[in-house]
């Protein structure tokens, strides 16, 4: 029964968003103001019934209604509760629902706090959110109905991948999708400003809030997972440049280009149909992340084939939106007109070159991910595009944004002189280059590449601190000036130096983790030792014990330093009952300093177990980083700019717009 | 700066990033394209033995010796037979009969030094080129009854 009522209640929203979809819009256009008025109780209606429907699915995961295919297929009875719920969207039909909620919110939120926007503005936005609704409530419905019932039912349900029993991936794709959905927001933004055809400042200030809110959750989101992948996969690596991964990195790579974009359009009235055509792309890349994802193409080109109705429906969906919206845009965006100009050398022109180079790094990494899918299908050779394809070719793209990182902020609008702002980084040029020759000193026999990752971080982070000590005039000006200013400075130039400071964090992670790590295999019988970094773990032997729903394989280490104790690690190989497969658990001493990590695997059969200890210098500061950065993003969007003050837009006739 | 001549700037910065990112591109596909061969491909086509590939199959049942940490074992396509080394943690999936698909390269010898051996996380999975690589060696019909 309950089932039923999430399958009516997302029917219902079909319809509800069909409404959504259509009527403000055509209202705005005729001129129906009840039409333009509907947008708001319609966009709260499509809300409650998504959660209505989210509600009951989630319902019948927590009571383990087996009769309901998708709980059937990935739940089981003797789960951990925790993982009942988030096994809601551990799925295919679940996490599409997931999505869907999101996107209902995110409407919703978009009418309740889009007061200060204009009223046809806001019903095309509204508008275009309610499409995006309909196309993936078709897919849900006709494709992947999570409420589908079996008959008869099984006794119990068939678990849950064991990788995905973990608190860490539980909570990785909400924070994605909230990622990937608040795009979406961004895109209806651009999409319904192609419609009015004009673009202004006022409409960048309302767009770059929800740009941040979706990028500050993706970067959270994919911290996650990979931070994720660092402790559950037991290899020690934290990124692969696997499809997956690459699937969310894509939007991230045009979301973090938006963000930039949009100050230059809010700020200097420039750049404008580049910023449209970023929020088009960034959402078509989290589209496209969503289906690669989801529709197991990945896996295998076959299997995808073998079942064309998702995939069909997909390709179609993936067609209407960005083959349309990039119409819209080839038809709309001349009418835009051009803003502010500037000069080669500015603040505005080193925000397009770090553009230009985003989105460079974004196609290359989408040409490395979609070209073995395509090489599979045109000609059935199976090849894969691995981390070196992707580190020789993102890196020297990735090294010059870095270097602009730091000289941008410091370039005044219009125009300024590159050597002049040079000079002023003296310090931080003769920080950088002592930064370089330590490394290569202190480096022994480590990866010269990590001669520019520390050169990156310190020029980043010094040319990031640097900018702020410039703009509070620290010991040029008396100390009461400078905590005035410090004071007096907005939120959102906090919000860039937490952010910037963050990404050097982060590289500083990367490139010391990599290039200093310590890593010892071998087999271990009780009571040897091993030495690892500045650290002893000696093996005290292995024991099985039993958890909720596995059984484990437990070692013991004490780890010691100089001989001093340290702490006790106990790495596990647990085996799960509902499923024939094992999961390596390693066992990690975290401190600001370096990673211990220690990885249990198969007995020898000699009383010997095989055994990886890795000593990881400051690797959680690659996390650290970059929560530094949504902690960034975060500061902006509290900006009083956003909240006070309702943006009012420039009043200028729209037949003046549309025929400069 | 008229519009005109800032429009001529942006493409010409556009088009040296893209020129450079293709560069880049075409460079590292030479060097980081990985080819899948089963055992029967790496006998017919005879690969020289300082290409990197990755090599799929079944673990050939009771081939696995270990030695420390060091493993060798057998994959085969039911067809023809190749001998891999392996140094380091074998994935918790890597059964005898079962599919892996292994990465590195031949040594002078025939045998197949791999640097990393994969056995997707989940129970039922068999790697869609092995199953292929099965079904073109016609020794072997569909998924394994697990």
């Known amino acids: 029964m309950i089932a039923e009522i999430g399958h009516f209640a997302l029917i219902l929203a079909l319809l509800v968003a069909l409404v959504q979809g259509t009527l403000p819009v055509l209202g705005a256009w005729r001129g129906n103001d009840a039409w333009v008025a509907l947008a708001r109780p319609a966009s709260a209606m499509f809300f409650v019934l998504v959660a209505i429907a989210f509600g009951c699915l989630t319902e019948a995961f927590v009571v ?310 395509f090489l599979d299908a045109l000609t059935g050779m199976k090849v894969t595009v691995g981390p070196p394809y992707f580190n020789s070719v993102f890196i020297p793209l990735f090294t010059p944004v870095v ?36 490394t290569w000193y202190w480096l022994g026999d480590g990866p010269v590449l990590a001669v520019l990752g520390m050169a990156l971080t310190v020029w980043l982070g010094g040319g990031a601190l640097f900018e702020y000590a410039d703009r509070i005039k620290l010991f040029r000006a008396p100390a009461g000036e400078s905590w005035r200013r410090a004071r007096n400075l907005p939120r959102s130039a906090y919000g860039m130096t937490v952010a910037h400071l963050g990404l050097a964090l982060t590289i500083m992670g990367i490139t010391v983790s990599g290039a200093w790590q310590d890593e010892k295999l071998q087999v271990m019988r009780p009571g040897e030792t091993v030495r690892v970094g500045a650290y002893d773990a000696t093996f005290k032997g292995a024991e099985r014990v039993a958890g909720p729903n596995y059984s484990a394989l437990r070692g013991t280490f004490e780890i010691t330093r100089d001989g001093r104790p340290v702490t006790v690690l106990y790495p596990e190989t647990r085996t799960y009952d509902t499923s024939a497969m094992d999961t390596t658990e390693a066992a990690i001493r975290p401190t600001p300093l370096s990673d211990l990590y220690v990885v249990i695997g198969e007995p020898d059969g000699q009383g010997g177990y095989a055994t990886r200890i890795y000593y990881k210098p400051l690797v959680s500061w690659i996390w650290i980083g970059s929560l530094f950065m949504v902690f960034g993003g975060a500061l902006s969007i509290s900006d009083r700019r956003h909240r006070v003050g309702a943006p009012s837009r420039r009043r200028r006739s729209v037949a003046a717009a549309g025929t400069a | 700066m008229t519009p005109k001549r800032r429009r001529l700037w942006l493409v010409i910065v556009g088009m040296v990033t893209l020129g450079i990112a293709t560069g ?123």
């Not at chain 2, 010796?65 to 999936?93: A, H, K, Q, S, Y």
Request: with cysteine; proline share 6%.
């Open chain 1, 64 to 373: 383990s209604d087996f009769s309901v295919a998708t709980v059937a297929s990935n739940s089981h009875s003797a789960k951990p509760m925790l993982y009942k719920v988030t096994g809601v969207w551990g799925n295919h039909e679940g996490s599409l629902l997931l999505w869907i909620l999101i996107l209902s919110a995110f409407s919703f939120l978009v009418a309740q706090f889009g007061g200060n926007l204009p009223p046809g503005l806001r019903a095309r936005v509204l508008s275009v959110l309610g499409l995006v609704g309909v196309g993936f409530l078709l897919f849900i419905l006709l494709t992947s109905n999570p409420f589908e019932r079996l008959d008869p039912a099984p006794l119990d349900g068939r678990g849950l991948n064991p990788l995905l029993q973990d608190p860490g991936l539980a909570f990785h794709p909400p924070f994605l999708y909230l990622g990937y959905v608040g795009l979406s927001v961004s895109f209806a933004f651009a999409v319904a400003a192609l419609i009015e055809g004009r673009v202004d400042p006022a409409w960048a200030r309302w767009v770059r809030p929800w740009t941040l809110v979706a990028w500050c959750f993706l970067t959270l989101g994919i911290a996650l997972g990979s931070w994720w992948a660092y402790y559950e996969l037991g290899w020690g690596g934290w990124w692969f440049w696997d499809p997956v991964e690459n699937a969310s990195f894509m939007p991230w790579l045009a979301a973090t280009a938006l963000v930039h974009s949009a100050i230059v359009v809010e700020r200097r009235d420039a750049l404008k149909s580049w910023t449209i055509l970023l929020a088009i792309i960034a959402f078509s890349l989290s589209l496209l992340g969503t289906f690669l994802v989801r529709s197991g193409v990945l896996n295998s080109v076959h299997a995808f084939a073998t079942d064309p109705t998702r995939g069909v429906f997909i390709l179609g969906f993936l067609i209407v939106v960005v083959g349309g919206s990039l119409t819209l845009f080839a038809t709309r965006a001349p009418a835009l007109k051009a803003g502010g100009m500037f000069a080669p050398i500015s603040r505005e022109a080193s925000l397009v070159l770090n553009n230009l180079l985003l989105a460079t790094a974004a196609g290359t990494v989408l040409l490395g991910t979609l070209y073995p899918l």
């Open chain 1, 403 to 438: 270097v602009a990182v730091a000289i941008g902020p410091l370039l005044s609008w219009k125009r300024d002189d590159l050597l002049g702002v040079l000079g002023r980084l003296k310090m931080v040029l003769a920080a950088t280059v002592i930064a370089a020759l330590a």
């Open chain 2, 24 to 146: 880049l591109v075409l460079f590292a596909f030479q060097d980081s394209l990985l080819f899948f061969y089963s055992p029967t491909d790496v006998v017919e086509k005879g690969v020289p033995p300082d290409r990197r590939f990755r090599l799929g199959g079944l673990v050939e049942e009771k081939s696995v010796v270990r030695d420390g940490v060091t493993v060798t074992f057998r994959i085969t396509d039911l067809n023809e037979v190749i001998p891999v080394r392996f140094t380091g943690m074998l994935p918790d999936l890597f059964r005898e009969g079962q599919g892996v698909v292994a990465e590195g390269k031949l040594d002078g010898d025939g045998v197949f030094v791999a640097s990393s051996v994969l056995a997707k996380h989940d129970e039922n999975y068999m790697p869609p080129e092995v199953a292929d690589a099965l079904m073109k060696s016609e020794q072997w019909k569909g998924r394994q009854a697990q």
